[in-house]
């Protein structure tokens, strides 16, 4: 039997649908939507709280308990705050272009390539790049955090040596976003 109870801040507000098993967490003009479908596990809203518990003994259960919980807290800091990723690019020789083309992140002359490597932007993600550096702003923190290790992926160098070959474009500070 686990039970975790989270705070609704007021200016957020959370409903569950019973029938689709769909927990919605809206606020500041940002909404997100997360399946919850566990037979062992309920969520419900309790006033200014989200319930979330199960009847079982069975450790998984207990443990998908504490999986949704995070999972709310994250929904609910993200539409509240934004989640940020700060990326700097480095390149040695070979002057590395990056812009973004609609909802797709582009990097042209990536060690000498003439192909441009192309990684898709989801919705709700946001990419802000300034010369050497790209970040990566959303209310969603897997969408947020998939893209930035989607374009961090995207500059593999393949078999070449990592101590000579340090080009790419690496993550180098994440964060919840600070009220402006």
């Known amino acids: 039997m686990e039970e975790r109870r989270i705070d609704i801040p007021d200016e957020v507000d959370v409903d569950v649908d019973e029938s689709t098993h769909e927990i919605t967490v809206s606020g500041?003009?940002?909404e997100l939507t997360r399946s919850v479908d566990n037979p062992a596990v309920t969520v419900n809203v309790d006033g200014d709280e989200v319930v979330i518990r199960t009847d079982s003994k069975k450790r998984n259960h207990n443990a998908v308990v504490g999986t949704?919980?995070?999972?709310?807290?994250?929904?609910?800091?993200?539409?509240?705050?934004?989640?940020?990723?700060?990326?700097?690019?480095?390149?040695?020789?070979?002057?590395?272009?990056?812009?973004?083309?609609g909802d797709t992140f582009v990097t042209k002359n990536f060690i000498g390539e003439?192909?441009?490597?192309?990684?898709?932007?989801?919705?709700?993600?946001?990419?802000?790049?300034?010369?050497?550096?790209?970040?990566?702003?959303g209310a969603n923190k897997e969408d947020v955090g998939q893209t930035a290790a989607n374009i961090?992926?995207?500059?593999?160098?393949?078999n070449r040596d990592p101590r000579k070959f340090q080009d790419g474009i690496y993550i180098?500070?994440?964060?919840?976003?600070?009220?402006?």
Request: proline content about 5%; hydrophobic content about 35%; glycine content about 6%.
């Open 28 to 30: 500041a003009g940002t």
């Open 172 to 180: 180098t500070d994440r964060q919840v976003k600070a009220d402006e």
């Open 114 to 137: 003439r192909a441009p490597r192309e990684i898709p932007i989801p919705d709700g993600v946001d990419v802000d790049i300034d010369d050497e550096d790209v970040v990566i702003t």
């Open 68 to 101: 949704y919980a995070s999972h709310i807290r994250n929904m609910i800091d993200g539409v509240t705050h934004g989640y940020e990723y700060r990326m700097k690019s480095f390149y040695a020789h070979f002057p590395m272009d990056m812009a973004v083309q």
């Open 152 to 158: 961090e992926q995207a500059c593999y160098k393949g």
